[in-house]
């Protein structure tokens, strides 16, 4: 199901707008409670989504970064408060103060700034690979045709809502944008909704009150799980309503994981939590996740499976079995790999499958 359908509903999902400010209690409130969760969770590059560019350690130990397209000339410097986004075609410029940072810095980071009340996603991104700026993914390459153009995209309202909507906590609430009261990062409440209610029930002694009052995804069936999880990683639906194709849709992992052949045989185990836990940071050693795989796919060769493990063994390996079933691949403008989620088997005449 799209997500615009999903947040529609009365009952909590990601990015839904229609609670008040005061419903939302934030991390440190959660944390009083949920202290090993809370405290782990604010190392994962969710909880770093989004900060303050006076925040950013990538802006801190680059002060001055410079980028030029045709004879559009960018510049990023570091200030007393903050940090200044400027560009000049060489006759006149723009300089804005930046405002906020997408992005944990693993992969780079991206700008969101201000002029005249619009908000725009900036025309130039720090690539953590380049050690440097370049054109933002999605961005065109060519010239922009005027220096309004060359600062970057400018977002509608419902841009701006979703792209804020992913990356923070409560930036929109009683269905109005409001980045002033937002709670950076994707925090508790971004997944398990709003806990003003849940924590005033369970410090009230009315426990089984309170669990209700609070969002538990680990409870969800495997198409409302993946879709939950799709409200900012892209379900299939968003995909295909978007009519992204190729190996740009790499980045889109419930998409990816929903293409793959086990899923589409109705297999209930294969879903973002079998093997992401989100309270944690991602595990980047292939060989952690064998005992996933291996929950369904016997290890003696030649088996056909059974009712309740209906995969075959792999003729080949038991070992590292992501890194033949879920390959790399480098998405458009990014200047990184992403491990695509269509879990099957990869053969080298085979292009990336759509």
């Given amino acids: 199901m799209a997500t615009e359908q999903r947040v529609q509903s009365a009952e909590w999902w990601p990015t839904q707008s229609l609670p008040r400010r005061e419903e939302y209690v934030g991390p440190a409130v959660c944390a009083q409670c949920h202290a090993s969760e809370a405290a782990i969770q604010t190392t994962t590059p969710m909880a770093k989504a989004c900060i303050r560019a006076a925040e950013s350690p990538i802006l801190k130990a680059h002060p001055r970064m410079a980028f030029r397209l045709g004879q559009y000339a960018y510049k990023i410097v570091r200030t007393g408060s903050g940090s200044t986004f400027s560009v000049s075609d060489g006759s006149r410029d723009v300089t804005l103060p930046l405002g906020w940072v997408f992005g944990d810095g693993e992969v780079g980071e991206t700008y969101v700034l201000q002029r005249q ?4 996603e900036s025309q130039v991104s720090y690539f953590s690979a380049l050690q440097a700026l370049d054109v933002t993914p999605g961005h065109s390459h060519s010239v922009p045709q005027d220096l309004d153009g060359a600062i970057g995209r400018p977002l509608d309202a ?22 002033d009261h937002l709670i950076p990062g994707v925090t508790c409440e971004a997944c398990h909704g709003p806990g003003a209610k849940h924590v005033a029930a369970m410090k ?9 009052l609070v969002k538990n995804p680990a409870k969800l069936n495997a198409v ?19 009519g992204t194709v190729g190996v740009a849709t790499v980045r889109f992992q419930p998409y990816r994981l929903e293409s793959s052949r086990c899923w ?14 989100p309270h944690l940071p991602l595990v980047r050693d292939p060989a952690s996740y ?23 063994a792999c003729l080949v390996a ?22 695509d989620h269509r879990i099957r088997i990869v053969t080298s005449d085979k292009h990336y499958p759509d």
């Fill in 204 to 212: 009230a002694g009315r426990k089984a009150e309170g669990l209700a």
């Fill in 224 to 242: 409302d799980s993946v879709d939950f999880c799709g409200a900012c990683h892209r379900t299939w639906a968003d995909v295909a309503e978007a």
């Fill in 318 to 339: 038991t070992k590292n079995c992501v890194t033949c079933h879920m390959p790399k691949y480098e998405a458009p403008d990014t200047h990184t790999l992403f491990t």
């Fill in 158 to 179: 419902e841009e701006t809502h979703l792209c804020f909507g992913c990356h923070n906590t409560a930036s929109s609430a009683a269905g109005q944008f409001d980045p």
């Fill in 290 to 312: 064998d005992s996933r795989c291996l929950r369904c796919h016997l290890t003696t060769k030649g088996s056909k499976g059974s009712p309740d493990h209906p995969g075959a």
């Fill in 117 to 120: 009340g619009v908000s725009y």
């Fill in 264 to 277: 589409g045989k109705g297999d209930s185990r294969i879903t973002c939590l079998a093997c992401h836990d």
